[in-house]
């Protein structure tokens, strides 16, 4: 078995799956169109194996940060999402996964700074709200 800890020169140190997702969506940004699973492992170096690719693009799929269609018997991924997308993502299924919206949106809000608090406030101002009266 090869220990992913201890790559080449420059990859010492195993990336999370974060770090990975982030990884696999540049490169699909940098496509000039759709791209497959073996022109993204080429771009992130060769370091990463095949079935990795593959799992973190399923994985990106399920999010909805990718869309993927067939190529013959393989599939050609396009980005829908970019990294701050890809964190909104993240943080929806979080919250959609609890049974107290309130609370955990009034436990995020008390812990902002207060420069991120003004941001939100801005953003929160400028963006459409639909259904109310």
Not at 62 to 75: C, D, H, I, P, T
Not at 90 to 119: C, I, N, Q, W, Y
């Amino acid at each position: 078995m090869t220990d992913q800890n201890t790559g080449g020169a420059g990859h010492s140190r195993r990336r999370g799956q974060g770090a990975l997702e982030a990884e696999v969506l540049a490169a699909l940004r940098q496509a000039p169109g759709p791209a497959t699973a073996g022109w993204v492992q080429e771009r992130l170096g060769g370091d990463l194996a095949y079935t990795t690719v593959m799992t973190i693009l399923t994985r990106l799929h399920a999010k909805g940060a990718v869309v993927r269609e067939r190529a013959g018997r393989s599939f050609e991924w396009t980005p829908v999402a970019d990294e701050s997308g890809l964190a909104a993502l993240r943080m929806r299924k979080v919250l959609d996964g609890e049974s107290d919206r309130e609370a955990v949106l009034a436990s995020f809000v008390t812990a902002l700074s207060p420069r991120d608090e003004r941001l939100l406030r801005d953003l929160l101002a400028q963006a459409p709200h639909e259904g109310e009266d």
